[in-house]
């Protein structure tokens, strides 16, 4: 009797109590996780601790990779960020959009689609101030960083001042909150002209490597120059990625010189 109830003891020690219909749940879930799914925890927006809260306004002297960041602001816009996208997806190029804050409140599902096509969403103020005071830069960035959040899952590392005031209050804010103010390096002028031509000049005539393009998802005349611009950029072999991606080979070049 004794050995019986020992020996049942010992397995009941022995083997955890069974748990059938919860890993079933869990393998199948497991399974049926596609890996080229991006989700908010698989996506690194991490910038490189030199970017952390810094400027950035030209690359590294001497940067030998054949990549440029195409940037993309005041947007996303229904009517024109789609087939942007659509233009991207084709070529498997990625690209950084830096979105109004009350944009992201009006069209969530479309940052979310930018965030799920593999591109970086970035914090570029709710309403394009120039220079507010204190107070409200405080909440055109802070509020953005929050629609951000809640449209795709991931607070922004990246903030373009508008009108790439670099000294205003949302540039200092932005910093403080430990993301870095970027300014770009070649315009393409879609601002003041409506040519597209001059729009295609602009920005493949003379790109340099880690070059970054200002162009804006808001215009007409922007989103129809995009197809030619892209196959031109893709023609000449450069490598379009995200801002984050190209500062982390910023970050590898500058390293590998020390
Ligand atoms: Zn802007």
């Known amino acids: 009797m004794r050995g ?28 049926s996780v596609d890996p080229s ?86 914090n570029h103020t709710r309403m394009h101030p120039a220079r507010p005071d204190q107070a409200r830069a ?12 809640k449209a795709c899952g991931k607070y922004p590392t990246l903030f373009r001042p508008p009108y790439g005031i670099r000294d205003s209050w949302t540039a200092r804010i932005a910093k403080g909150e430990g993301m870095a103010s970027v300014i770009w390096t070649i315009s393409s002028a879609d601002t003041q002209t409506k040519d597209t031509k001059t729009i295609f000049d602009n920005v493949t005539k003379t790109p340099s490597n880690g070059d970054i393009i200002l162009m804006h998802d808001i215009h007409e005349h922007t989103a129809s120059a995009i197809p030619r611009i892209l ?6 072999g450069w490598n379009c990625v995200t801002l984050d991606k190209l500062f982390r080979q910023f970050d590898e070049f500058e390293n590998s010189r020390n």
């Open 4 to 31: 019986i109830v020992g020996f049942l003891l010992a397995i009941m020690l022995m083997s955890p109590a069974p748990k059938p219909a919860l890993s079933t749940e869990i393998d199948s879930a497991v399974s």
């Open 37 to 122: 799914v991006r989700t908010p925890e698989s996506v690194d927006w991490q910038l490189p601790a030199r970017y952390v809260g810094q400027t950035v306004s030209r690359h590294p002297r001497g940067f030998d990779k054949r990549s440029i960041a195409l940037t993309f602001d005041d947007g996303p816009d229904p009517r024109f960020t789609p087939g942007i996208l659509d233009e991207l997806k084709k070529r498997n190029m990625k690209a950084t959009f830096f979105v109004l804050g009350w944009r992201v409140e009006r069209y969530p599902a479309l940052v979310k689609r930018i965030f799920d096509e593999g591109h970086t969403v970035a």
């Open 138 to 149: 405080t909440e055109e960035v802070k509020s953005t960083s929050e629609a951000i959040k």
């Open 231 to 236: 196959d031109e950029l893709d023609h000449q």
